[in-house]
């Protein structure tokens, strides 16, 4: 059985965006992140570890202006790029509690919605168990510490 989370996260911040050699004016928006991430562990981990760390990958770029902040200021912050490096930032953040990054969708408007899919998480072999089951390991002995 694989079981998963739904996260979601906003980053209110302001940007800019150049096209054909002009600078656009900065301006505010609030995106909105969602991270569903998932485990094949029958453990039971706190749900707020993993939140966490999704809402610590967003953080640092709260109410700022994102082109002004790494990597965005050699990457222009639009939504496709803040969603692909937010993704694999999260991806990361979620490994040491066992969990994997399914898909990953980042959102401007309401009407407007750019993801990404891991399609490793479709097939979970036995090196992902095992790498779940001793991520879980590694949190379990540090409890209590």
């Known amino acids: 059985m694989i079981r998963y989370y739904r996260i979601k996260v906003y980053l209110n911040a302001s940007h800019y965006v150049v096209f054909d050699g002009k600078k656009g004016e900065v301006h505010p928006h609030t995106w909105s992140f969602v991270a569903t991430v998932y485990t094949s562990s029958n453990d039971v981990v706190k749900f707020t570890n993993h939140e ?28 496709e790029n ?34 990404v899919v891991f399609p490793e998480a479709d097939e979970l072999d036995e090196d ?3 790498e779940v089951e001793a991520a879980l390991g590694r949190l379990e002995g540090n409890v209590g510490k």
């Open 82 to 115: 803040l969603t692909e490096y937010f993704a694999t930032q999260t991806q990361e953040a979620v490994r040491p509690y066992g969990y994997r990054l399914k898909d990953f969708e980042g959102s401007e408007t309401p009407v407007r919605t750019y993801g």
């Open 52 to 79: 966490k760390a999704v809402e610590d990958v967003i953080e640092p770029y709260q109410n700022k202006v994102l082109n002004d902040m790494p990597p965005f200021g050699a990457l222009m912050p639009s939504l």
């Open 128 to 130: 992902d168990i095992d």
